[in-house]
C-alpha cells in the first residue's frame, strides 16, 4: 500500500459546482496533515493544513477521519481559478518526521 | 524576502555530463529540502538538511547524486553524470521546521537529459 494515496483524476466540473477530493494515508501514528496546490508548471503551495476536528478557509473546508485514515478536501462554488493539482501532504513519524505527499489529483473547472 | 531562489530555471544537457542545481533558501528557515518530481513518482524527497547538517538523504537515488549546503545560505545538489532518467523538475525548498505548514518551494529546474 502506498504511504499516501490518492486518485489522480481529472474531476472536471462546471464553474460554481462542489467537489470533494480524498486521500488515504498508511500510518496511523501521522501527526500532521497538509493540503497543498500546484498550478501547472508551478512549485506546490501550502492550501491549508488538516485539523482534527476539521477545518474551513472560505470555500474550502478539510476533514481528518483518524479511524479510517483518510483526509478530504471540499470545494465549494468552484472557480476556473481553482483548476490545479492538489497534493495531499502526511508527515510520517518514523522517517524522522518526514512529510510524504500524494501524486495528486487533478482539478479542472470549466465554464 | 524573494523566497527560494533556484537556478537554473531550466537545463539541457546531454548523457554523461555532470549537472549542478543551486538554491537559496529564505533567510532565518532552519531546514532545507531537495525534492524531485516526475508524472511517474510524483513528487519525491531526495534529501534534507538541518542547520547546514544532512539528516536525510536515503531518498537519493544513487551514488551519482550528491548534496552539499556549505552555508546557511546556499545549497547544491549535483548528478555525476546524468542520465536521461534524471529528467524530472527539481524543487528545492525551505522551512522553519519539518513539518508542512511552513514549507515554501523554490520555482524549480526543469532538467532535460539527452
Known amino acids: 500500500r502506498k504511504e499516501v494515496e490518492q486518485d489522480p483524476g481529472p474531476f472536471n466540473v462546471p464553474e460554481g459546482a462542489t467537489v470533494a477530493f480524498n486521500c488515504t494515508y498508511s500510518n496511523s501514528a501521522s501527526q500532521s496533515f497538509f493540503w497543498y496546490r500546484q498550478d501547472c508548471r508551478k512549485e506546490p503551495k501550502l492550501l491549508m493544513s488538516v485539523y482534527s476536528s476539521g477545518n474551513e478557509d472560505g470555500r474550502f473546508t478539510a476533514q481528518l477521519n483518524r479511524a479510517s485514515q483518510y483526509i478530504s478536501l471540499l470545494i465549494r462554488d468552484s472557480k476556473l481559478s481553482d483548476s490545479a493539482t492538489y497534493l495531499c501532504v502526511v508527515n510520517y513519524l518514523e522517517y524522522g518526521n518526514k512529510l510524504v505527499f500524494g501524486a495528486g489529483t487533478i482539478l479542472r473547472v470549466k465554464s | 524576502d524573494a523566497g527560494v531562489i533556484q537556478s537554473p530555471r531550466h537545463e539541457v544537457t546531454e548523457m554523461g555530463q555532470e549537472v549542478t542545481l543551486r538554491c537559496k533558501p529564505i533567510s532565518g528557515h532552519d531546514y532545507l529540502f531537495w525534492y524531485r518530481q516526475t508524472m511517474m513518482r510524483g513528487l519525491e524527497l531526495l534529501i534534507y538538511?538541518?542547520?547546514?547538517?544532512?539528516?536525510?538523504d536515503s531518498g537519493m537515488p544513487e551514488d551519482r547524486f550528491s548534496a552539499k549546503m556549505p552555508n546557511a545560505s546556499f545549497s547544491t545538489l549535483k548528478i555525476q553524470p546524468s542520465e536521461p532518467r534524471d529528467s524530472a523538475v527539481y524543487f528545492c525548498?525551505?522551512?522553519?521546521?519539518?513539518?508542512?505548514?511552513?514549507?515554501?518551494f523554490g520555482s524549480g529546474t526543469q532538467l532535460s537529459v539527452l
Open positions: 538538511f538541518n542547520n547546514n547538517v544532512p539528516i536525510d
Open positions: 525548498a525551505s522551512s522553519l521546521d519539518t513539518r508542512g505548514e511552513k514549507l515554501f
